[in-house]
């Protein structure tokens, strides 16, 4: 017997610490104990429970796949994490090794793909399997980054580090055969978000 999807409905959180934007928008909750993914026991082939967005969101019928992400925060610990390290007996190109593996961008960039990735697997599963009732259309939608602020990270820096991480995620994503995720990415502030999709719409409701 399948689960309706509206089991899953829910005031959209974004779990961001230090956040005080308040959201009234709802949406699918597809992460977490009460989640999709692990309420239907949605599995690879060895077992493991997927990776997956935060939300998926219904705006005017377009699908949403919301990741709320602390990507700032994030790439600061690493940026600390590699000041504080004494490379300097190594050779240059090991210096460069070490440097790509704590990179704040590949472990963001690493974390993303993985999640949209896992998504686009957790909703073929769905839809092939007939796991859910009342499944919306999921083409022709859009991926959301939802981030928040932090004012230690400079305006300059934060537009480069989101350049960069779009342009190589979509880059890397393009490689895979994404049936419903193969759509437009998108980085934006939660105050951006809220101000254009933290509030409901009379179709969303």
């Known amino acids: 017997m399948s689960t309706d999807i509206s089991a899953f409905w829910e005031v959209i959180d974004p779990e961001m610490p ?117 499944l919306p259309e999921l083409h022709g939608g859009h991926i959301l980054v939802v981030w928040h602020p932090r004012s230690s990270l400079s305006k300059v820096d934060t537009a480069k580090l989101l350049d960069g991480l779009r342009g190589r995620l979509l880059a890397e994503l393009s490689r895979y055969n994404l049936k419903f995720l193969n759509v437009p990415l998108h980085f934006l502030t939660v105050e951006a978000y809220a101000c254009r999709y933290g509030c409901p719409t009379a179709s969303d409701t």
């Open 18 to 134: 230090d956040c005080e934007v308040v959201l009234t928008a709802k949406g699918y909750k597809l992460d977490g104990a009460k989640g999709l993914k692990v309420v239907l026991r949605i599995t690879d082939n060895a077992g493991n429970t997927p990776k997956s967005v935060d939300y998926l969101q219904l705006f005017d019928k377009i699908p949403l796949f919301v990741e709320f992400s602390d990507l700032q925060t994030q790439h600061i610990r690493c940026s600390a994490t590699l000041e504080s390290l004494d490379l300097g007996g190594l050779s240059k190109s090991e210096r460069k090794r070490v440097s790509s593996k704590i990179s704040s961008d590949t472990d963001i960039l690493n974390e993303l793909r993985g999640k949209i990735v896992d998504t686009d697997f957790i909703f073929r599963e769905v839809s092939d399997k007939a796991l859910l009732d009342g």
